[in-house]
């Protein structure tokens, strides 16, 4: 079966009207190599999607299936489809294949001659094919070799560390998405095909081959310096007009300059409107586009989108050690985010709208920054383009992550186009705030490797690599962007990198250390970017890969969903430490989320509480890429656990927070947005059934970018008792204008021990044009409430909160967060609603 694909001229800002651009994307043909039957496929995608499609493999992230699907990729598959090439695309001076996305061992002909062959899935590959072309029908064919085989045959010939978790430690043979080979929340599915866009280019004569913008504050303007290369082969007579648009989308000015006399330009902003991360002000965008002209002929143009800001990483000796904070636009930042994963292990299924939602959940959830970790790929151009839109600033690691790597001529040669790539094609987002060397593997070698003689040399090289080489690399394609050597640091030189004093710092002692959540109040970094606690999925989530027979976390089926190894029983612990046996499999899964959302909260705001010490806070980690037993705060299917909504509540510009011990309790106020706030805190000390034993209230003035203590209190006289802790619990108010604005409670004791009242919660749903409004009352204190749809999908204003007794809660669903229509009578059949309370096992 031969496909067939007509040429058309398309219309491509980012290519040009001087362009020709052939797209070879959608229906091809694939076979298994050594196997006579072709089959359909789609590019962009990849091998697992497509026998997926065709029905030949069973879901891989279903039950035990993955074990199953590993197997397909030690053979080679071979993708092929035809073209039509008309004259017209011949008659241009140049035609190159443009490869955004190979993945990654790949053998490349056209119309039977070797065209390349590629080893790099991070790369952007351009390759002059027209003397290979004809007019009429044209065969493309790619190859794609087995990953697993390459690098089990690497390991063997020279063994490399890596992460206990992945297929084999030869991972860091080759420039392919680590995570693919399995991670310590990722399955073993290392597929491969197109997985970005494919097309031909017809160019004549010259076009725009790269440009960089860099920006130059002043008083009332800001100067944007345009720096154009071209890649021209005749002619040398070429004009480049720049258009300056507003975010609104007028026109600022134009300007148009010969490339024979310089090669940059110059534009002026007027009373610029400045670009700020979420929380501190508003998103504008402008727009440049630049027109390359011989004479009046145009051949080519770009598009870019650009935030006027300023920023830098702030590093400076003070009386606890060096900083680590990001500073925008003057003002000194507290960043809070998680850490980006891939969205998915079949590539194929990624798409601007998914990519958004996640944004979008994110900004929803106030953070102000996100971390793309170093095992995974580097994210489609839409990725930045909606952090920009939504104000969301990116720390982005380059793709080197927890392993050894040996960088010969070859590797070192392969990974400096994939820098150059990548730095030129990211740089110029107003949200790109930091670029880093790698995820953890200076620690690594401190912790881990340093005794190990064999591995010496590969540690030379580790410096020379990242802290020379790629520094020297990013300030010369990206001045503007500050560089950081590995997560964490303490500046390199395998100088303490964990050091809690300067740098970033993970920290890992509760969970991998079964540590109490109150140990984090014992660390005070300068900025914490890796932390967490697991949790299992919902029950909804667990339906889509195990059948209810498989409903315990024993099971082998939700122990293949479980990647990091006593991941379950360190579940187990944690919810023994703070809460009763749960009375079935579903208050199980609760109950993870519970200490996994309680984990983070005692980390966030004692380091929010530190502000000034500790310039920022990203846990471990945003989302999964399949549906498993992880860290995430978004599940495998994009539902929000209680730990999003705990965030949600951690990361509000303004936080009341509190911190016990013993019988005293401090209260605090943090700050971070750029006015002050005046307002009230009151706090309650009451029974389980909510009666009054204590309260209290005072004016608070939050100062704008600041955390103070509030209060101290001391309830000694109370607890006359030991047994008097158990009855107690402390709420806690911040308001302003008598409007709710952050607020808890506090318990004396763990809450297994806690004497918990039935709450008997009930509900009062009431319906707007937009939205439903969910009243909740209860007739005791009940903690940690949760609300859920058992056959739909919503994400509610407020969830996993306190509720004390005989107080009124309305929390709001816009009917635009419901993935099905549903009216009051269906949303109060659908809805239900349990706390601690409803998890004891009733005997």
Not at 2 to 25: P, T
Not at 35 to 62: M, N, T
Not at 513 to 534: A, C, I, N
Request: proline content about 4%.
């Amino acid at each position: 079966m031969v496909l067939m694909l007509f040429v058309s001229r398309i219309q491509n800002k980012e290519i040009g009207d001087g362009n020709m651009v052939l797209d070879l994307n959608g229906s091809w043909m694939m076979r298994r190599v050594g196997q006579p039957e072709w089959r359909h496929a789609r590019v962009p995608g990849s091998v697992c999607s497509d026998l997926l499609d065709a029905g030949l493999i069973k879901d891989p992230f279903y039950g035990t299936n993955e074990s199953d699907t590993l197997n397909i990729f030690d053979g080679d598959f071979e993708y092929r489809r035809s073209f039509l090439v008309d004259e017209e695309l011949l008659r241009h001076d140049r035609v190159q294949l443009r490869c955004e996305g190979l993945d990654t061992l790949c053998t490349l002909s056209v119309n039977d001659c070797l065209l390349a062959n590629t080893d790099n899935m991070h790369r952007t590959y351009e390759f002059d094919c027209k003397k290979m072309l004809r007019p009429g029908e044209n065969i493309i064919d790619v190859i794609f070799h087995s990953p697993t085989r390459f690098v089990a045959e690497k390991q063997r010939e020279q063994p490399l560390r890596n992460s206990e978790e992945a297929y084999s430690g030869g991972i860091s043979h080759l420039r392919k998405a680590h995570y693919m080979f399995g991670w310590d929340w990722g399955p073993m599915i290392p597929d491969m095909g197109i997985w970005r866009n494919i097309m031909l280019i017809g160019r004549d004569r010259a076009y725009i081959g790269d440009y960089s913008v860099s920006q130059v504050h002043q008083s009332s303007s800001v100067v944007l310096n345009i720096s154009v290369s071209l890649e021209k082969w005749a002619g040398d007579d070429f004009q480049v007009k720049a258009v300056l648009t507003s975010p609104e989308g007028s026109i600022l000015t134009k300007r148009t300059v010969s490339l024979d006399e310089r090669n940059s330009i110059t534009l002026s902003v007027k009373e610029p409107r400045l670009w700020w991360p979420n929380g501190y002000g508003e998103q504008p965008l402008y727009s440049v586009s630049l027109f390359l002209y011989e004479g009046e002929r145009k051949l080519d143009e770009k598009e870019f989108r650009l935030g006027l800001r300023m920023l830098k990483l702030v590093r400076e000796r003070d009386r606890w050690g060096t900083s680590f904070a990001f500073e925008i636009n003057g003002v000194r930042i507290f960043a809070m985010g998680a850490d980006y994963i891939p969205e998915d292990n079949l590539l194929s299924r990624r798409n601007r709208a998914r990519t958004e939602k996640l944004i979008r959940s994110c900004v929803r959830a106030n953070f102000n920054m996100i971390r793309v970790w170093g095992g995974g790929i580097y994210p489609d151009d839409y990725f930045y383009e909606l952090c920009d839109r939504y104000g969301l600033l990116v720390w982005q690691d380059f793709m080197f992550a927890c392993g050894v790597y040996d960088f010969d001529e070859q590797f070192r040669d392969s990974v400096r186009h994939e820098l150059e790539d990548n730095i030129k094609r990211i740089r110029g987002h107003a949200s790109l705030a930091l670029w880093c060397g790698n995820n953890e593997m200076e620690w690594m070698w401190v912790q881990n490797w340093k005794n190990e003689t064999s591995l010496k040399r590969y540690q030379m090289e580790y410096q020379e690599q990242f802290e020379k080489s790629l520094p020297e690399f990013v300030s010369r394609l990206d001045p503007d962007t500050p560089y950081w050597p590995s997560s964490p640091s303490s500046g390199g030189d395998f100088h303490a990198p964990n050091d809690e004093n300067r740098g970033d710092m993970h920290d890992w002692d509760v969970w991998h250390g079964k540590k109490p959540f109150t140990d984090y109040r014992s660390v005070v970094p300068r900025f914490m970017s890796e932390f967490g606690l697991q949790s299992f999925p919902s029950l909804k989530t667990v339906r889509t890969f195990a059948p209810p027979e498989e409903w315990n976390i024993f099971s082998r089926v939700m122990e293949s969903h479980q990647k990091s190894g006593t991941g379950n029983e360190k579940i187990l612990y944690y919810i023994s430490q703070y809460f009763r046996h749960p009375g079935n499999f579903d208050s199980l899964l609760y109950l993870s989320q519970l200490i996994q959302a309680e984990g983070i909260r005692y980390g966030v705001e004692h380091w929010r509480r530190c502000r000034g010490r500790c310039m920022g806070v990203i846990y471990w980690q945003l989302n999964d890429c399949w549906p498993v037993a992880s860290w995430s705060g978004i599940d495998g299917c994009g539902r929000w656990k209680a730990l999003h909504y705990t965030v949600k509540r951690c990361f509000a510009p303004v936080l009341a927070s509190a911190c016990e011990e013993g019988a005293r309790v401090s209260l605090h106020v943090s700050n971070e947005s750029k006015t002050s706030v005046t307002g009230c805190l009151e706090w309650k000390l009451m029974t389980p059934d909510s009666k009054m034993l204590e309260s209290g209230e005072m004016p608070v003035c939050a100062e704008p970018l600041s955390s103070k203590q509030c209060a101290s209190l001391d309830f000694s006289r109370q607890f006359t008792t030991e047994e008097k802790r158990y009855d107690v619990y402390l709420e806690y108010l911040f308001s302003v204008g008598g409007k709710r604005v952050s607020g808890g409670t506090v318990l004396f004791c763990k809450a297994k021990h806690f004497h918990f009242h039935n709450p008997g919660i009930k509900m009062d749903i009431t319906e707007k044009e937009d939205r439903f409004f969910i009243r909740l009352r209860a007739d005791a204190f009940a903690k940690f409430v949760e609300l859920d749809l058992k056959h739909c999908d919503a994400v509610f204003s407020d969830n996993y909160f306190d509720l004390s007794a005989h107080t009124d809660r309305i929390i709001a669903l816009k009917k635009t967060e419901l993935d099905v229509p549903l009216n009051p009578a269906r949303l109060a059949e659908d809805l239900s609603v349990r706390s601690v309370y409803d998890t004891y096992e009733k005997f």
